[in-house]
């Protein structure tokens, strides 16, 4: 691909994680591409169909984040490594949320973000793994329960969101209770 086409992709899918985390279904293809400075033509090349957009956006979602687990996961500090994953997977996650409902509306997740969701998985694994070798996290905990409570954050502060403080709090308590009482 060339240089400028791949750029032109990255940019088309930036855009369209803004706008569909922003707008919901109602985010358009046009707005994608205003935001991405391309035409309209420039994003339906790339991408023929809104559903195809959406779904190489929560790709590109899931590959990045992979991406950042598995720097964390080669980190000199696995605790601080765990902390930075849980907080960006929370503060990230009703971007990935959103996305995530507007490609699964019929129940069925495409396969290639389901691929790329267990890659995350588990890469996010090998840091909760590392983090409780080094006696970071309680034994016990999976990951899993990891991705639970990620989860039920990220849903909540897509529901409503709260203020940045309040959010911080909450993600202190959560990475709290996984150090628990050793």
């Known amino acids: 691909m060339r240089t400028d086409a791949r750029l032109n992709r990255e940019r088309i899918l930036a855009a369209a994680e803004d706008v569909f985390s922003e707008q919901g279904s109602t985010g358009s293809t046009e707005e994608v591409a205003r935001r991405a400075g391309v035409g309209i033509a420039t994003v339906f090349r790339n991408f023929p169909t809104k559903d195809q957009l959406i779904e190489a956006t929560l ?16 980190s000199d500090d696995p605790a601080e490594a765990l902390r930075t994953l849980v907080r960006t997977m929370i503060e990230d996650g009703p971007t990935k949320i959103a996305l995530a409902t507007l490609i699964t509306a019929d129940g069925r997740i495409p396969a290639d973000a389901e691929q790329a969701s267990d890659r995350l998985k588990e890469a996010v694994g090998a840091v909760v793994q590392r983090a409780q070798d ?40 959560v990475l709290t209770g996984l150090a628990g009482s050793g």
Do not use: H, K, W
């Open 59 to 74: 790709v590109r979602t899931f590959e990045r984040r992979t991406e950042l687990a598995l720097r964390l996961a080669a």
């Open 134 to 173: 080094a006696n970071a996290i309680r034994p016990g905990v999976t990951v899993d329960e990891v991705y639970f409570l990620v989860r039920g954050l990220a849903q909540a502060a897509a529901a409503s969101p709260v203020p940045a403080a309040t959010m911080c709090g909450a993600i202190d308590v």
